[in-house]
């Protein structure tokens, strides 16, 4: 897995995401949404922004997808994860008319406690930016089991253009996203057309 880069009370941290694979406990999200994308450790007070320009997303990657950790998230020190699956793990779950274009989940260990959280005192904002994202796409709660469970939460998603954002307030589910095929198809064959390319790596 490549090394990505983050950006954490502006030092420029390099991590090599396979190396915290083994250091967390699994819990089902984990076992889910299998891959670490990034690691960062945290103080009270502190925030962060997790930058993902190229996440495991084989083709169908986001341009770019960030999170960005408030202050005051939580009351004690923690390990925070960013963790995805691939899209195609999801897209036989959802409608046939629909593609997953990103997906992604978190683990997040009290180091003082030693026990894992799953709620936030403020909720992490999530964002993804990609020519893929449109008016029409949807973001959906995953709840594990067997088979997991999708819960349409759209309802807080604000979509400007090909950016779509959400709160996550919770890291006991992960999440995806959707966008009609009928939609990807028609954005594909007007930049064809016109002699463009889509930024989406499709």
Known sequence: MRTRTMILAGLVVLLAGATFAQQMPSTPVS????????TVNLQPGQSASITVP????????PGEMTIYIPTNAFQDPVEFQ?????????????????????????????TKTGKLVEAFKNPVQYTVSDSMIDSNSVYWAVKPGTPPKLVNANAKSKIQGNVLSHGTPV???????????????SAMSGSSSSGGSSSSGM
């Open 82 to 110: 960013v963790l995805a699956s691939s899209n195609a793990r999801w897209d036989s779950m959802v409608n046939s008319k629909q593609k997953v274009v990103a997906n992604f989940a978190y683990r997040v260990l009290d």
């Open 31 to 38: 076992q889910e949404f299998p891959h670490v994308l990034a």
């Open 171 to 185: 890291a006991a589910v992960g999440w995806i996203i959707t966008t009609p095929k009928a939609d990807l198809a």
């Open 54 to 61: 190229d996440a495991y997303f084989t083709k169908s990657a």
